[in-house]
């Protein structure tokens, strides 16, 4: 089994950075891919970035591209999200998850074990 869990997640201004960080315990998490999602009120999960086994590749919502960086320490057993340039419709509850294999998606289906969810608030 694998256990995520989030942290880095609050209340922030328009125009702050945050960094999400997501801890990975029970069975390792460096040989797959790892995904950041978000879901605000009413909508449906959506992918905000992710990044292969390697680090060597990743992808990121249109949204948030220029603006948000994903990265892992595979020997820490951690993914980051770091947030800039936050904006209202950032607001969400984001999750972390670890994919079905090694190469990236954007696939919710594709993503095997999530974490419980940090919120993410911008005030503007």
């Known amino acids: 089994q694998v256990q995520l869990v989030e942290s880095g997640g609050g209340l922030v201004q328009a125009g702050d950075s945050l960094t999400l960080s997501c801890a990975a315990s029970g069975r390792t998490v460096s040989s797959y891919a790892m995904g950041w999602f978000r879901q605000a009120p009413g909508k449906e999960r959506e992918v905000v970035a992710a990044v292969s086994w390697s680090g060597g590749d990743s992808i990121y919502a249109d949204s948030v591209k220029g603006r948000f960086t994903i990265s892992r320490d595979n020997a820490k057993n951690t993914v980051y999200l770091q947030m800039s340039t936050l904006k209202s419709e950032d607001t969400a509850v984001y999750y972390c998850?670890?994919?079905?294999?090694?190469?990236?998606?954007?696939?919710?289906?594709?993503?095997?074990?999530w974490g419980q969810g940090t919120q993410v608030t911008v005030s503007s």
């Open positions: 998850a670890r994919a079905a294999g090694l190469g990236v998606a954007r696939s919710v289906t594709y993503y095997a074990y």
